[in-house]
């Protein structure tokens, strides 16, 4: 295999900041980024990412905007060409065919119908094939990659929290714990993500919308999950019966009573006293295609998802308001981060936002 050019990385890291801002766009499809380089000048002659719904491929979409020019050219792209005809032709014979002379991929495919097969493809059609083990690129396709080799998607759980630690007072359901640019910023990354889940209780308590509220965004809201427990789940709250044009979808063990309109997708799977065992509900949202799953948990279901270590990554933001010793804590008598500390979560990121704090803290081993 040849080797990597010192502008091949930069190339794979401008692809990836290219598709970013596409992700919870593209499920079940990863939000791939392509783009062709003429290597004589290094500039890009024509760049994609997946299409919205996750077609049509980045690859494809790239090549057929550079036309002829492709001939000679250097194709990067964020993740391994597919190989096999799903709903659209292979990009590999679309690559082979447009007369490019070299690709360099971020990171192998996961799904087992391409699982590295696409290099040896384009070698034995003469075409340089190299895989870069580009760490920014694996990050880009961490829930593509889950969803592939552990059959979950990747679980983001955020919260928002008092300085003192807390996550809200006994029964006074929403409040706001942070200001309007780490709202902002959480809203944000509901839009990236594929699925929003919040417990029957807070759906409850909170009444949420779950909604993306950033201008021009909103149809980026992702799908809506509720988690129901024991009690069930009824219209009567904004998720289930509210009409809002918003995908929503409730998770529900066997035999609870669910009271839904038809319009709400119900998921049974099984679970113990009346509560959905969580790694099957992981399942069943990974076989419809979820891959970024976000988590907005109270304190029973981040404790539930920490104990079957369900979370790969915890986003805490933290606001400047006290709420005191009788409000509730994230995790009953401990300081949450030391919790995360236990688990073998680490701090990767922090960032002010606002007068608030933002912490994102992931397990220190991530899935290949
Ligand atoms: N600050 C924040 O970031 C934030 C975010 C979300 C919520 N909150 C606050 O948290 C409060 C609600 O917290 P909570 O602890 O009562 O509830 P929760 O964490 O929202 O979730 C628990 C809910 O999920 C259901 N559930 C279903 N399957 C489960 C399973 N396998 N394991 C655990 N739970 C399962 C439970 O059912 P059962 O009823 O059968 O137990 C219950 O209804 C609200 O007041 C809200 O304001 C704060």
Known sequence: MSALLPEDRRWLDA???????????????????????????????????????????????????????????????????????????????SIIR????????????????????????????????????????RALHVGHIMRHTAGRPHVTAMLAMSSDGMIGQVGAGYERHVGPAARQWMDMLRARSDAVMVGAATARQDDPALAVTLPGLAADTPLRVVLAGAGGIDRKVNLIGGFSGYRTMILAENSVTVDAPVSVEVIRVAGAEGRPDLGKAMQALAKKGIQNLLVEPGQRLVGALLDTGLVDRVVLLTGTSVLGPEAVSAVPGQVFTDVLAAQGFVGCEREALGGDNLMIYERAARPH
């Open 15 to 93: 692809a990836v900041r290219y598709a970013t801002p596409f992700q919870g766009t593209t499920a079940e499809n990863p939000a791939v980024a392509a783009l062709i380089v003429l290597p004589s000048r290094q500039t890009v002659l024509a760049r994609a990412v997946t299409g919205r719904g996750g077609r049509p491929h980045a690859a494809a979409e790239a090549i057929a905007a550079a036309g002829f020019e492709a001939a000679g050219s250097t194709l990067y792209l964020t993740l391994e060409p597919c190989q096999h005809w799903g709903r659209t032709p292979p990009c590999v014979a």
């Open 98 to 137: 447009s007369g490019i002379m070299r690709v360099v991929i971020g990171v192998a495919d996961s799904d087992p119908r391409t699982a590295g097969a696409s290099l040896a493809q384009l070698e034995s059609a003469g075409v340089e094939a190299i895989l870069a083990d580009h760490a920014p690129s």
